[in-house]
């Protein structure tokens, strides 16, 4: 079963930021903290990840919370090509485990 | 750099035929993850390889379905005897195999179809 919760449908006006809400509760001190997302029927895409600390690159930002229950994937300035189902996911080896995905979020830019 | 490599994207086989979708990940990966999305679901894991060996196979149905990563040359997914249920879109991911931290990279993606 995924550790994670998310809210099945966000919509966000084209230009300004998303904010997508990830509740991880149950997370250990040594799981990551990992963002997904899944443009139409493609293969999933990385987009950015943190343990504890707020993360930047160059797609998003990561915002997590003090006790790490839970965090905030921000897109600073969404474009429709943002639309997709964004996926929340926490592990402590990502690198040679399963992932398990939830229902995620879907996305949708709207013009 | 290329990412992760998946070959056919499309399939299209008739029921009791085999299918085999091949995988080649990431230069300098040596860890290889098969994922299975059925149409209008999530994703799931499959099984999870590293070269010659099969570490996790948790995912993978009972019957029908086997997978390789041999020495040499791509992973392989194989399913033998199709039937309509099979008809979904298969991803690979290939990662380093770090503990801690390290990400999973997908591929584009297999779309099997059975008629």
């Known amino acids: 079963d995924a550790k994670t919760t998310q809210p099945p449908s966000m919509d966000c006006a084209e230009g300004r930021a998303a904010n997508l809400p990830c509740n991880h509760s149950t997370i250990s001190g040594n799981e990551y903290v990992y963002w997904y997302r899944q443009i139409h029927s493609q293969g999933p895409q990385y987009i950015i990840h943190?343990?504890?600390n707020n993360e930047t690159n160059e797609m998003a930002s990561l915002i997590i919370t003090e006790d790490r229950k839970s965090s905030t994937l921000i897109l600073p300035h969404a474009t429709l090509r943002d639309t997709a189902v964004y996926y929340c996911i926490v592990a402590a080896n990502f690198g040679n485990e399963k992932l398990t995905f939830g229902t995620g979020t879907r996305l949708t830019i709207i013009p | 750099n290329a990412g992760v490599m998946q070959n056919p994207r499309h399939l299209v086989r008739r029921r009791g035929q085999e299918a085999r979708l091949r995988c080649s990940p990431m230069k300098g990966h040596s860890h290889v993850y098969w994922y299975r999305q059925l149409p209008e679901e999530g994703l799931k894991f499959m099984v999870y390889?590293?070269?010659?060996?099969?570490?996790?196979e948790s995912g993978m149905p009972k019957e029908r379905f086997s997978a390789e990563f041999p020495k040499e040359g791509p992973s392989i997914l194989r399913i033998q005897q199709v039937v309509r249920g099979d008809s979904a879109a298969y991803f690979c991911?290939?990662?380093?195999?770090?503990?801690?931290?390290?990400?999973?990279?997908f591929g584009p993606g297999t779309r099997l179809t059975v008629l």
């Open positions: 991911a290939s990662s380093r195999g770090l503990v801690g931290t390290d990400t999973q990279y």
């Open positions: 943190g343990l504890k």
């Open positions: 390889l590293q070269k010659e060996n099969i570490i996790d």
